[in-house]
């Protein structure tokens, strides 16, 4: 279960982060002009001494290109020539990190095969393969962070990656207000500022004139119904269900607070009765006769 962080308003709590979306290999960093993402050093953030796949988990990268990064003070004489041992053609010439060059090695040879013969060179402070790295759809919301159910980095001290993939789920899709999620709970805060785009409403109904408008026996049952009170008015008493409200459908990167698993449906509530069994046919009946 996700924390949930207590408060008048709480639904769960963060740290935002930007959306991005695609794949995009280390040299690409570079050549679309993210010159400050291009300033990281590819040699400190992989794998040292060649490509990862011999250590068992294959991080894919692009066949027949190879980063080279010489020590300082490496001629340009003998960087050409140790390209020229391999027949390997430099294709990018980096200004950051100094004397990082991209190669293009013969069809001939694999990345592997190219990366140990650069690695044999005195000259050469390391070699990697160009890495493609995938960049997930990651919401703004301040407190998605929290959410380790969803992503989970260890950034709570938990296990990384025990989480539900979200962001690899939102590559694909975020959801869609065209689905309407049925709530049975302790109803829900239809006016939280991070619930109410997407909180549905019933079209037949008119809000607050105490008349049952469209007839289906609640009167002003707008966002649901409490079929404890027998009422149109399912707001929350409890908390819970405003809770499970957020982790299901929670606005999705909207800089508030937290994105549930869909960031657009609807939830549609039904706060059921605690003294008779009547309200598993009353709520049942209202979500199919007004959703
Ligand atoms: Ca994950
Ligand atoms: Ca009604
Ligand atoms: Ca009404
Ligand atoms: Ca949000």
Known sequence: MMKQVSGSRGITAGVGAIALLGLISCADIENTGEKEAALTDPGQSMQPGGPNVAQGKKQPYKSGEVLVRFKSGTTSIRSAAVHAGIAAQVVHEYHAPSSLQLVRVPQSMSVEKAIEAYQRDPEVLYADPNYIYELNVVPNDPSFNELWGM????????????????????????????????????????????????????????????????????????????????????????????????????????????????????????????????????CSAWITSSS
């Open 151 to 282: 992503h989970n980095t260890g950034q709570l001290g938990g296990v990384f990656d025990t989480d539900i993939n979200a962001p690899e789920a939102w590559n694909i899709t975020t959801g869609s207000s065209d689905v309407v999620i049925g709530l049975l709970d302790t109803g829900v805060d239809y006016n939280h500022p991070d619930l109410a785009a997407n909180i549905f409403t019933n079209p037949g109904e008119i809000p607050g004139n105490g008349i049952d408008d469209d007839g289906n026996g609640w009167i002003d049952d707008v966002h649901g119904i409490d079929a404890t009170a027998e009422s149109g008015n399912p707001m929350d008493t409890d908390g819970h269900g405003t809770h499970v409200s957020g982790t299901m459908a929670a606005r999705g990167n909207n800089g508030i607070g937290v994105a549930g698993v869909s960031w657009n449906a609807k939830i549609v509530t039904c706060r059921p009765s605690t003294r008779s069994a009547r309200w598993t046919t009353s």
